[in-house]
């Protein structure tokens, strides 16, 4: 059975085994390619090409175009999900708790001037303009899946470059084993940071060596233009083989340290949200199964829950960042 749908032609559906036509024939194409021994560079441009037919600017905010990436898993052959489904369901509890909150609250956000303070065991200490960091490295498209860990999952076409340009400009010591992102959290422009839900400011954090990952990214933008207010501007980041809180949105200070750092949604509830937060299919949250995801924008009549894939589908890249160790016990 072949589904295909008239806007964008392709399938919807969350059976993998139905297969639209134009992706069966780019693997027919493949397979051959396989024996000569390019099907990486070939997969890379088969994605670069889904990518060019899926985003056209959303013409809402400022342009922000970025150049192809060249970090492998930075695209995907997967349909991208809306720009209208991307930007109206958040997470970003500092406007509130509902999905729908931040849009409609976000607004307030005062997102210029913005600097971000980077500090702590590194040799070039120094505040970054937002203008500087949007300059310090050219801005690339990356399509990354993005899994949250209440078990919804989107496809989003980010802008913006590896978080490893930051870090190599500041050269940390070698006593710094990890890194800090510290978010806004300004009362008057952000209504909820004087609720209780979590410890402000949302502070997220990663080891040293998943910060340098060339797929962990600093974020300006998506759709090809700046980031939307709901969605972390105008600077975020996004890891993304971790469950989305790990991408902190509205980031304000990076700093290296030599301990790990305490982490928002770890202090809430530690026996919930560990540190390390990998997707991770046979690691059940304790009120609820990992195994599936729904897909944001996958209605109707086929819409089932996808398998949810380890390290969110970038096993092949970052697997390497945890060999040898228990992912039960540092979940
Ligand atoms: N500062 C801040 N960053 C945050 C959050 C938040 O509440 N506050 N929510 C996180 C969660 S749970 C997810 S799933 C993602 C959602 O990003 P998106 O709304 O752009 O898709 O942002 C993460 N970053
Ligand atoms: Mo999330």
Request: with cysteine; hydrophobic share 40%.
């Amino acid at each position: 059975m072949l589904i295909k749908t008239a806007s964008d032609g392709f399938n919807h559906s969350a059976s993998s085994d139905i297969t639209p036509q134009r992706v069966y024939a780019g693997r027919r194409d493949l397979m051959k390619l396989m024996a000569t021994g390019v099907a990486g560079a070939a997969m890379a441009s088969m994605a670069a090409r889904n990518a060019r037919a899926q985003v056209t600017r959303a013409g809402k905010l400022a342009a922000l175009p970025g150049v192809k990436s060249g970090v492998a898993g930075a695209l995907t052959m997967e349909p991208v999900t809306a720009y209208k489904d991307i930007t109206s369901y958040n997470n970003f509890y500092e406007f509130g708790t509902d999905k729908a909150d931040p849009a409609e609250n976000a607004h307030t956000l005062k997102t210029s001037p913005w600097s971000v303070d980077v500090e702590g065991l590194i040799k070039k200490p120094a505040r970054y303009t937002l203008e500087d960091l949007l300059k310090l490295s050219p801005q690339e498209d990356r399509i990354y899946r993005l899994r949250c860990v209440e078990g919804w999952s989107m496809v989003i076409p980010w802008v913006g470059y590896s978080l490893s340009e930051l870090i190599r400009r500041v050269e940390p010591l070698g006593s710094a084993k990890y890194v800090e992102f510290v978010t806004q959290a300004d009362p008057k422009t952000m209504p909820f940071v004087t609720s209780h839900v979590l410890d402000w400011p949302y502070v997220e954090g990663l080891r040293m060596d998943e910060a340098l990952h060339p797929l962990a990214l600093l974020t300006f933008g998506l759709y090809g233009e700046v980031l939307p207010n709901q969605d972390g501007a105008p600077v975020r980041i996004v890891v993304p083989w971790k469950y989305g809180f790990k991408s902190g949105k509205s980031l304000v200070k990076i700093r290296f340290t030599d301990r790990q750092p305490a982490t928002a949604w770890n202090k809430a509830a530690a026996n919930e949200y560990g540190f390390y937060s990998n997707v991770n299919p046979n690691v059940d949250h304790p009120r609820w199964s990992q195994a599936t995801e729904r897909r944001i924008g996958e209605g109707g009549l086929f819409a089932k829950r996808r398998k949810t894939l380890m390290f969110n589908g970038y096993e092949a890249q970052v697997g390497q960042l945890y060999a040898g160790m228990d992912l039960k016990k540092y979940f």
